[in-house]
């Protein structure tokens, strides 16, 4: 028949072909790498058999960086240009930096944008590029032990992470040059994890205590939907703060009183990681240390002390424990169990506390460091179209409420904290003064009443509404969040039919052109053609438009589309087949741009039918009960 | 509920962006715009406030902003409620707290089960009684929030 005669352009469409995914946990001290393999997740050791990668990268002056073991190993000999956590200052403000900075042993730079940057002999580096540098180390490390390259990665963060936060990662990951198909949560991961090999139906917690970050989440499972009921955290607060206060104990304990200088204290916080990493099996672990004056002091920190001086800090992620629990509408008594994430939750007293808080015994049976990246790994495969007939689904929230500055400073709430995603709300605001024809829109987020108490994300500003006496204009601003839990802002005046809209992206982040940049520079320290690449990335863009596409009129083609409009679009893939062959990226730009406007309609009717599909056979009134 | 709920996961399983990941751009972002709807459709109708709200709007029954007019012994009940949670505050009685707490579970309880009364009656004059006990229901959601965060205040600040 003539209509499926359609040429195959995308010759990797064949239904059974295995695509190329992996989960990529990228946490505050390690890092890790998964992938589904005959139907099993497992996380991908290097060359070395080592799994966990330290999320740490050394700069060098002339050569490309040093990035995990052999990173760390050098830390305290070259403190000020290993760079170790930088998790911590993704999304953050150079404000922000000196609170969450101020521990850090690095040179920040007076940086004239609001993104803070580290001098390092390789020049200034912002958080970002560090993590991007982690980042393609796994994406080889997968491709190496795969044997190809990667189709798409689930990149997982803590649930606690606010909106710029977000997309630094995502910055990151595009650095990096990664297809993300999906950012998620780390405790939704976990849960995923822990879901597949359990008949596990019910309200689960998951409490995540990492390195640097501290997440709490309830889900109600059932039958494959994970639902997020809501989510807390703190994230600045893990493993990392646990060690300083160890470290601070044997400056005290040592009698010295100035804090050491930077070599000296990432000395004494790898000593206090090692002391608390032993008191996991032991009651009491032996200390030693080398002073400024050449003589050494000698400690015991027993398990006794330790527990004392955790306990602030323990105490302290029981409060978003409880405000998730109010959240989520639920009591204690209906949780069915807690499951461990992360390596601090290795500490007994952690689990010891926790475990009373919640009243039942904590799930440690994944390795708690490699639970997230497994469940990524598995999300991964789904998403990538490995599994068609899996019926999982993650249902997550917004961790953070979202509002707008009102008069006087206050903030008006547009989305509440712990809204489903995706999300889209609207709310309308007007003009106070007669003849105004601007106004200034600031996105804010966090839960209080105050604008200054909370993250400034976004200012910008509504230009070109019509003259009109104060309170008649209507000005509508939208706010979305995506499935990967990214904010777009949008506004327009409506009244008068005249729209102006504007989409942000949130300050602290890296512009598109700084991107662009970086990507730029770091093509040619790879000494790779940039012409090349940028033909390379359009290529790969034509081939995913086209078996999307080919797929969509294999499935529903005949069905919706009349034999001109399908021969319009047949055409059309064909032409961009062409250009893919060609050398032409612009001509491959083009030809996308034409396929995009010819099956614009039939895009809109395949999903309004799968709509259709869902509500049939159900009554107005079942939906209404 | 357990029916909405099915038919709101079910339509999920349809729509979400997830399902659309390897897609069009411009499929992935209807699918965004379709799988929101949902969201907002299951907020509206699981949540009592939303929904009476919705019902309301159907109805034609608005708000008239001007209109702030409440029965005068609620309102002097939430200013006392308002004063006896300051109270609290001050004195740290997490013990009065919890009970002012289901105080305000009771009531809203009560409230809800007016509301759906006034909805099965559907006439109008039961339509406006109903917007009235909306706006309690406002009132209170506010208080128990408060009321919320007071307890984690309390609870932490020890």
Redesign the interface.
């Known amino acids: 028949m003539a209509l499926l005669q359609i040429s195959e352009p995308g010759q990797a469409t064949a239904p059974h072909q295995h695509r190329l995914a992996a989960g990529i946990d990228l946490g505050t001290t390690n890092s890790l790498v998964a992938t589904v393999r005959s139907g099993v997740a497992e996380t991908l050791p290097d060359s070395e058999g080592r799994r966990l990668m330290p999320s740490v990268v050394r700069y060098l002056s002339n050569e490309s960086p040093v990035v995990g073991h052999e990173a760390r190993s050098s830390a305290t000999r070259d403190p000020l240009n290993t760079i170790a956590s930088a998790k911590r200052l993704m999304g953050r403000g150079v404000d922000d930096i000196k609170i969450v900075g101020n521990h850090m042993p690095y040179n920040f730079t007076d940086a004239d944008s609001g993104m803070p940057k580290i001098r390092t002999v390789a020049g200034d580096i912002s958080p970002v590029e560090i993590s991007a540098e982690i980042l393609k180390v796994l994406k080889e490390r997968a491709e190496a032990s795969l044997g190809g390259e990667l189709d798409g990665v689930v990149i997982t963060v803590p649930a606690y992470f606010d909106d710029a936060q977000r997309h630094a990662t995502k910055d990151a990951a595009r650095l990096a040059g990664l297809n993300v198909l999906r950012m998620i949560n780390e405790p939704t991961a976990a849960a995923v994890a822990y879901g597949l090999d359990k008949d596990s139906e019910g309200v689960h917690v998951v409490y995540d205590l990492g390195g640097g970050t501290f997440d709490i989440s309830i889900l109600r499972l059932n039958r494959g939907v994970f639902e997020v009921m809501s989510t807390a955290g703190d994230s600045a607060l893990g493993g990392d703060d646990i060690d300083r206060v160890i470290a601070e104990w044997i400056l005290q304990e040592a009698g010295v009183s100035d804090k050491a200088d930077h070599t000296r204290m990432r000395q004494l916080m790898h000593d206090a990681c090692a002391a608390k990493e032993s008191l996991t099996a032991n009651e009491s672990a032996g200390l030693t240390i080398a002073l400024s004056d050449g003589t050494r002091w000698t400690g015991t920190l027993t398990r006794e002390t330790f527990n004392s001086l955790v306990d602030p800090l323990i105490k302290k992620t029981l409060g978003p424990c409880r405000r998730a629990i109010r959240d989520a509408g639920i009591s204690v008594d209906e949780i069915k169990d807690v499951v461990m994430v992360g390596g601090s939750t290795r500490i007994p007293r952690v689990r010891e506390l926790v475990g009373d808080y919640f009243n039942c015994e904590p799930m440690v049976d994944i390795d708690p460091d490699k639970v997230v990246a497994i469940g990524a790994a598995v999300q991964a495969d789904i998403l990538v179209g490995n599994k068609p007939d899996s019926d999982m689904l993650l249902l997550d929230v917004i961790p953070l409420s979202l509002g707008i500055e009102t008069m006087g400073g206050l903030v008006e709430k547009v989305i509440p904290r712990n809204t489903t995603i995706p999300v889209t709300r609207a709310q309308d605001f007007t003009t106070h003064k007669d003849g105004q024809t601007g106004m200034s829109i600031h996105v804010v987020q966090g839960e209080r009443e105050l604008v200054s108490d909370c993250r400034s994300l976004a200012r910008f500003e509504l230009k070109g509404i019509p003259p009109m006496v104060a309170g008649a204009a209507r000005i509508r601003v939208t706010y979305q969040v995506d499935a990967d839990g990214l904010l777009e802002v949008s506004a327009c005046e409506s009244t008068t039919g005249v729209t102006s809209s504007i989409q942000v992206k949130p300050s602290y982040g890296l512009e598109d052109n700084e991107i662009e940049r970086m990507l730029r520079d770091s093509i040619e320290k790879a000494n790779e053609d940039v012409g090349i690449r940028k033909l390379r990335e359009q290529q790969v863009e034509a081939e995913r438009m086209i078996e999307a596409v080919n797929a969509a009129l294999t499935t529903d083609g005949e069905e919706l589309l009349s034999t001109t409009e399908f021969e319009n679009i047949d055409n059309a893939l064909r032409a961009l087949d062409d250009a893919r062959k060609g050398t032409d990226d612009n001509a491959i730009k083009d030809a996308i741009k034409v396929v995009d406007k010819v099956s614009a309609d039939f895009a809109a009717r395949r999903m309004d039918a799968t709509i259709h599909t869902a509500l049939a056979g159900h009554t107005l009134e079942e939906i209404d009960e | 509920?357990t029916?909405?709920t099915e038919?709101y996961?079910?339509?999920?399983?349809?729509?979400?962006?997830?399902k659309f990941?390897?897609?069009?751009?411009?499929?992935r972002r209807?699918?965004?715009?379709?799988?929101?709807?949902i969201?907002?459709a299951?907020?509206t109708?699981k949540d009592p406030l939303e929904r009476a709200h919705y019902l309301l709007d159907l109805n034609n029954i608005k708000a008239d902003d001007n209109d702030t007019s409440m029965d005068p012994a609620f309102l002097m009940e939430q200013i006392e409620l308002r004063e006896s949670l300051d109270n609290m505050r001050e004195s740290k009685d997490q013990e009065a707290l919890a009970s002012l707490s289901e105080n305000i579970e009771a009531y809203k309880g009560t409230a809800e089960k007016q509301l759906t009364d006034c909805f099965t009656d559907g006439s109008r004059e039961a339509l406006i009684k109903a917007l009235s006990t909306v706006r309690e229901l406002q009132f209170l959601a506010r208080l128990k929030e408060e009321v919320?965060n007071l307890?984690?205040e309390l609870?932490?600040s020890t």
Do not use: C, W, Y
């Not at chain 2, 990941?21 to 499929?27: H, I, L, Q």
């Open positions: 509920m029916t909405l038919h996961r079910e339509m999920q399983r349809a729509m979400h962006p997830d990941v390897n897609s069009t751009e411009r499929e209807i699918a965004m715009q379709h799988a929101a709807q969201n907002k299951f907020q109708l919320g307890e984690d609870e932490f």
